[in-house]
């Protein structure tokens, strides 16, 4: 029996050699194997338990200790909370949950979660780095894959075992940071974890040139158009609205997170029911993005878009699109998640993933056209900047490859612009 001075009570298991600690913290009992057979050990780290476990009830944090990993699960369900009410698109909380669920866990899942800091995320950092070329992942071939509660192996491509760029590392980090501050919100830790975040590289976004949009479009408009009657009427429907899509985002430069929550209430000055392609002169569109709120005037060739997207939900639903759907929607008319697995092999079957420096092309590689094709144009930037949602700080450091475009003339000395008979007054 321990002293009535100690704030805790010794004792063992009847199949155990090792010493149990038991106490009462609030209204909680709580009982933790110390792992050791010795008693004067055993004191000293009951001591240090009930120590750690006042100070946390004190500082308002739950009295428990869980490691990373039995948190890890309550995390996604927060991830998949935020999905449910749109706040998160799903393929950003399957981002997440991969830098928390797999490069986290396998640094430091079974650690407890009082084990996070600065410095542990730093060194974190540091291990990501190499995780694929000298890390845990260089004899990593295969890995585990959960898509909508079906399981399988999936082998790993070597091309992706490489160290992470600066914008995956800010991906990641953008996963971590909503991790530490939900672990804030419900008290597992006192304050959140503040670390700094990778700066991504200014490269020039890469766009489709003139000829490379041509070959994208041209495979596009033959694929519709190979849709027969004998073709799934889902996937055909599928394959009909991400063409629109595309014309719709070269057209209108939004950024795709932006483009995939618009509904048809969205659309001012454009009825369903009774519309022509003059109507763009007086289109606009209601878009919400990174926390704010903005008008886009998109180009006028975003009437042909919209008119497909109608014929194609018409045809499929037999009914005009409500005010409430989604202007891109499932056969579910819910927002449609498929985009960028076909734009993936889109690009693949035109040549077209990487612009010509080696950068991968994305959805938002028609934002980036658009902003080039109007900076060519002589659009303002500042009022581009403005439709887009961006600074002219920010387009001038992630198209000065475009830019130029505009002052072509400007750079031919007068003797070349005689020989082409150019009017050099113009420029």
Known sequence: MENDQIPFKLFKQPKSKNYFIRFTVGEKEIRKSLGTDDHDEAMSKGYDVYASSKVRIELGLTHKNPT???????????????????????????????AVGFYLSMFCGKKPVSYLSKVTLEEFFDWRMTFWIDGPGKHITTETVNREG???ERKINKKTKVIPSASTQQMEQSGLRIFMDWLADYKYIKNRINFKTARTEHNARPAFNQEE?????????????????????????KWRIFSAFCDFMIASGLRPTEARILKWKNLIGFDVRNYNTNDFMKLSIQVTGKGKFRIAIP??????????LVYAHIEYFNSYPDKEDYIFCNTRK???EDFDKYMNYVLAETGLITDYRGNKRTTYSFR?????????????IYFLARNAGTSVDMIRKHYDHSTIEQHRMSLLPDIYKKILNLNSGDH
């Open 68 to 98: 990373i990993d039995d948190l890890i699960p309550k995390f996604y369900e927060y991830l998949d909370s935020k999905v449910t009410r749109k706040n998160l698109t799903a393929l950003r909380a399957v981002q997440h949950k991969r």
């Open 150 to 152: 079906r399981v399988f």
């Open 213 to 237: 949009y041509k070959r994208f479009d041209g495979y596009m408009v033959d694929k519709v158009l190979s849709l027969k009657e004998g073709t799934e009427h889902r996937t055909k429907f």
């Open 299 to 308: 180009l006028p060739e975003v009437m042909f878009a919209l008119d497909a």
């Open 334 to 336: 819910t927002i449609s």
């Open 368 to 380: 980036h056209t658009y902003i080039t094709n109007q900076l060519i144009n002589g659009i303002d």
